[in-house]
């Protein structure tokens, strides 16, 4: 059934900090360039805690629908797409869609265009039973892939994998992963089909048993131990350290982590500044550097290079009605692996389909 003109069930940010709204709104229609999709999954990431509680510099508008790892099958298509048909699925990333012909665009850095749209923050996200996605951008979701398995790939999986690319670090070298979350477990997965050592740390025990399971050869609990003093103790330092903690102190820890001439890359967005020790930083040659994501290109590799290696979240599903409950899960670290919101879970219908949408109201409602 295409809802066009419908109305959907979605969770509405409508205050920052506040309960999202689970509400009927209108279906969205595709534009040009852009396919609507039949929402089969998303995963919740802490970045769209992080949205719902308007923790960053540049915040979202209000109201906004969240959820960044959708994957969906294409029920509309919009004009000049010529890459996707009925029935074939494709995710909603973060990176809805760029300019096309800025440097950053037509260099291979896309992610650092100053006018992409993000999905679920600048344009509506996948924690809705519908969503609109644009075409150029999509991913398609490899046939190896269920779409609940798929989902914590399409930001978890290539944030981390491009993360590890931009460390540097070689086969046979070491990685640090600082945060074992839906993020860090992703990297550990990664690191190993990319031939790293790695080792993990995190501040709480569970998560470094599932380190431990997918691949860690060191675990460190940083509320026990120091992890700086335990990584310079037994490998000298890491060639790479990605910190994935949405936690300020873990910076600082990370930077003590890396080797002389090693990386030292900063995924994790807590709000917040960290100091930076200048003396270490210039004598030991660090690079410390931010990544964002990844490209189209980076997005297909990080697929491919899952569906090969059999990389995968451990996640629990639950309905889109949950999403309050598993926010605060997120909130306190008790999240093991990635939660995913399995559409087919949700028992809410789809409400009546005879509304006309307004069409200027399509993408804010
Ligand atoms: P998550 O909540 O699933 O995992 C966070 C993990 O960090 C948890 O296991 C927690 O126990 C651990 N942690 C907390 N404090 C720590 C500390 N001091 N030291 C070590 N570990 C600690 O979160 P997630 O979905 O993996 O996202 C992590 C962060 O990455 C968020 O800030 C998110 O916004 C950010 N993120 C960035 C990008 C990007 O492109 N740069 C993409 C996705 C997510
Ligand atoms: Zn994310
Ligand atoms: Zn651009």
Redesign the pocket.
Known sequence: MIPVAGKMQAAVVREFGRPLQIESIPVPIPGRHEILLETEACGV???DL?AADGDWPIKPNLPFVPGHEGVGRVIGIGEDVGNFAIGDRAGLP?LYNACGTCEYCTTGWETLCPTAQYGGYTVNGGFAQYMVVDARYAPHIPDALSSVQAAPLL??GV?TYKGLKETEARPGQWVVI???????HLAIQYAKAMGLEVAA????EE?LTLAREVGASITIN?AIHDPVKVIQHEIGGAHGVLI????T??FQ?AVGMTRRKGTCVL????PGDFPLPIFDVVLKRLTIR????GTRNDMEEALALAAKHGISAHFETAALDDINRVFEQ?RY?K?QG?VVLDMNRNELELAGCTAIADATLLRRF
């Open positions: 990431c802490h970045t992080h973060w930001c978890a944030t600082s945060g074992i979350g839906g993020l860090g740390v995190d501040v709480r998560k940083a994935t903690a949405p936690s102190p873990a820890q995924v994790g967005l807590p931010g990544s964002l994501v997120l670290g999240v990635r």
